[in-house]
């Protein structure tokens, strides 16, 4: 055991992020930015959604083991981001507005700040520069990470309040994710069943009438299976792939699904090939929510699958980054959840109980090692999350700074203007 203690010890220092390569720990304005690499026409966001830099570690050692590099840790820049909003602990709403507009405010606003008024985002800012836009999710499309880069309301749980705002407002050009439910009225489902086996709760509960239809008037194409989705021409486009979220969280005991209609990293390849027709660029965010879903039921294997669904998503856009070399590309999360820490596998050093008891053991690949995964809450937590990134405009975003700060850096780097 005494070889595993020091090869798990090792992996618990990632609190001095070495392994993201955070050697950039200054503060944002007074980083090196000697190696400028010119204007950013694209920028493409991933945002793991609770995924703090442990989740990563846990990512990284199941998936390329100890000496291995992930898509998102293979970067030159990273920084360290503070998540808070207007109180200690953040929650998604509050923490994407943050990144969206850059201001602090309360949980539960989505693209407004603490007055309740609206904020502009990034992604309209691009999108009134003549680039495309793009939001990309597991979740509902109207979930609160993307919502705070596409609409403005007081309450996140507007979800058709919001989905009327992308396409009548911030006219987003590509939508794809879940949350078909708040498209379509109640009493009206549309390609997914009410009340299907795996989640009876499941509805449709829209308020703004059949958006749908509406979505189709304004020209998008409308796909709602992976066959569609395949078809699908460049142009506008809506994809709806689940009722809800495209994973299920089921009672204790039933097992919770990770088995998305369309995987993140082809509705990633598809965004970006659609919007990439724009000669003036895009701008894309991109959000793996099961990250973050699967910390709060505390199910570390579902949380690893998650975490590798973004990776291979994230080597998607870097593909086309290394092609086109005016494309910015980072990685970073709105927030921590669950308290996720990595152990050795020790019977004697078990914690906690029901869903937050350890999980494991984790086989570290490409090796004989193995590790567990140990929860200290169902919720989220206030400490501080990694950001990668890589190409034009990624050295602003070396160094120690507010989650307000990424919408600075990328207004910079894409020479918006407000």
């Given at each position: 055991?005494?070889?595993?203690?020091?090869?798990?010890?090792?992996?618990?220092?990632?609190?001095?992020?070495?392994?993201?390569?955070?050697?950039?720990f200054v503060d944002a304005k007074e980083s090196d930015n000697s190696h400028k690499q010119g204007k950013a026409k694209n920028v493409i966001v991933f945002v793991g959604d609770g995924m703090g830099a442990a989740h990563r570690e846990a990512i990284r050692l199941a998936t390329v083991?100890?000496?291995?590099?992930?898509?998102?840790?293979?970067?030159?820049?990273?920084?360290?981001?503070?998540?808070?909003?207007?109180?200690?602990?953040?929650?998604?709403?509050?923490?994407?507005?943050?990144?969206?507009?850059?201001?602090?405010?309360?949980?539960?606003?989505?693209?407004?700040?603490?007055?309740?008024?609206?904020?502009?985002?990034?992604?309209?800012?691009?999108?009134?520069?003549?680039?495309?836009?793009?939001?990309?999710?597991?979740?509902?499309?109207?979930?609160?990470?993307?919502?705070?880069?596409?609409?403005?309301?007081?309450?996140?749980?507007?979800?058709?309040?919001?989905?009327?705002?992308?396409?009548?407002?911030?006219?987003?050009?590509?939508?794809?994710?879940?949350?078909?439910?708040?498209?379509?009225?109640?009493?009206?489902?549309?390609?997914?069943?009410?009340?299907?086996?795996?989640?009876?709760?499941?509805?449709?509960?829209?308020?703004?009438?059949?958006?749908?239809?509406?979505?189709?008037?304004?020209?998008?194409?409308?796909?709602?299976?992976?066959?569609?989705?395949?078809?699908?021409?460049?142009?506008?486009?809506?994809?709806?792939?689940?009722?809800?979220?495209?994973?299920?969280?089921?009672e204790e005991g039933k097992g919770d699904l990770y088995d998305p209609v369309v995987s993140l990293p082809d509705m990633t390849k598809k965004a970006i090939d659609t919007l990439s027709d724009n000669k003036k660029g895009f701008f894309l965010m991109v959000e793996e929510e099961g990250?973050?879903?699967?910390?709060?039921?505390?199910?570390?294997?579902?949380?690893?699958?998650?975490?590798?669904?973004?990776?291979?998503?994230?080597?998607?856009?870097?593909?086309?980054?290394?092609?086109?070399?005016?494309?910015?590309?980072?990685?970073?999360?709105?927030?921590?959840?669950?308290?996720?820490?990595?152990?050795?596998?020790?019977?004697?050093d078990e914690s906690g109980d029901g869903i937050s008891k350890e999980d494991g053991p984790f086989n570290v690949a490409n090796s004989s090692n193995q590790f567990m995964i140990d929860w200290t809450t169902s919720g989220h937590g206030g400490v501080s999350v990694p950001l990668t990134?890589?190409?034009?405009?990624?050295?602003?975003?070396?160094?120690?700074?507010?989650?307000?700060?990424?919408?600075?850096?990328?207004?910079?780097?894409?020479?918006?203007?407000?």
């Amino acid at each position: 055991m005494g070889n595993k203690k020091t090869i798990i010890s090792a992996a618990l220092t990632i609190a001095t992020a070495t392994t993201l390569g955070f050697n950039h720990f200054v503060d944002a304005k007074e980083s090196d930015n000697s190696h400028k690499q010119g204007k950013a026409k694209n920028v493409i966001v991933f945002v793991g959604d609770g995924m703090g830099a442990a989740h990563r570690e846990a990512i990284r050692l199941a998936t390329v083991g100890q000496t291995g590099k992930l898509a998102m840790d293979d970067m030159p820049y990273a920084g360290l981001v503070h998540t808070s909003s207007t109180t200690a602990i953040t929650d998604s709403a509050a923490a994407a507005t943050a990144m969206a507009s850059g201001v602090k405010t309360y949980n539960g606003a989505i693209g407004v700040d603490a007055n309740k008024n609206s904020v502009k985002t990034v992604l309209e800012m691009a999108k009134e520069a003549g680039k495309s836009t793009g939001l990309v999710t597991t979740s509902q499309i109207t979930d609160a990470t993307l919502a705070a880069f596409g609409a403005h309301v007081t309450d996140r749980s507007k979800q058709s309040d919001i989905a009327k705002q992308y396409l009548e407002n911030s006219k987003v050009d590509v939508l794809l994710g879940g949350g078909e439910d708040f498209w379509y009225p109640a009493g009206n489902a549309g390609s997914y069943e009410d009340h299907p086996a795996k989640d009876p709760s499941e509805q449709s509960k829209g308020t703004q009438g059949n958006l749908v239809e509406e979505a189709k008037k304004l020209g998008y194409n409308y796909v709602t299976n992976a066959n569609e989705f395949q078809k699908a021409k460049n142009g506008k486009l809506l994809g709806l792939f689940a009722n809800e979220e495209m994973f299920e969280q089921r009672e204790e005991g039933k097992g919770d699904l990770y088995d998305p209609v369309v995987s993140l990293p082809d509705m990633t390849k598809k965004a970006i090939d659609t919007l990439s027709d724009n000669k003036k660029g895009f701008f894309l965010m991109v959000e793996e929510e099961g990250t973050d879903e699967m910390s709060h039921e505390n199910n570390a294997e579902k949380v690893i699958k998650a975490g590798q669904e973004l990776d291979k998503s994230v080597t998607v856009a870097k593909e086309y980054a290394k092609n086109h070399p005016d494309t910015l590309v980072l990685v970073v999360a709105d927030h921590e959840c669950g308290g996720l820490s990595i152990e050795d596998v020790d019977s004697k050093d078990e914690s906690g109980d029901g869903i937050s008891k350890e999980d494991g053991p984790f086989n570290v690949a490409n090796s004989s090692n193995q590790f567990m995964i140990d929860w200290t809450t169902s919720g989220h937590g206030g400490v501080s999350v990694p950001l990668t990134a890589i190409g034009a405009g990624a050295e602003l975003l070396s160094g120690t700074y507010e989650n307000t700060y990424i919408y600075e850096a990328i207004k910079q780097a894409m020479g918006l203007k407000k």
